[in-house]
């Protein structure tokens, strides 16, 4: 009799807790950027992009075969559009 009352309520407040807890695992997982993303960002080409890192202007990290930026590079990324000056002087 008490399971029949317990179990519905147990069940929800289960489905409360992990819901929670998933949200803030997502919160803290590195977000990453593609490419094309940070060359959409910096009104850029790809090439470009990739010259960048290769001149250091950029940080990347390989995964795999894709070239991926940390998503820390997004909050940044007015201090970075002044990347297109830079290049142009080098």
Do not use: W
């Not at 803290?28 to 001149?55: C, D, W």
């Amino acid at each position: 009799m008490f399971a029949a009352i317990l179990k519905p309520i147990i069940k929800e407040s289960l489905r409360e807790v992990l819901t929670e807890a998933e949200a803030e695992r997502a919160a803290q997982e590195p977000k990453f950027l593609t490419r094309q993303q940070v060359a959409e960002m910096l009104g850029v080409s790809l090439v470009t992009v990739h010259s960048y890192i290769n001149r250091g202007f950029l940080e990347s990290k390989k995964i795999g075969h894709k070239t991926l930026f940390s998503e820390a590079f997004n909050t940044s990324a007015s201090e970075n559009t002044g990347l297109c000056a830079i290049y142009l002087d080098s």
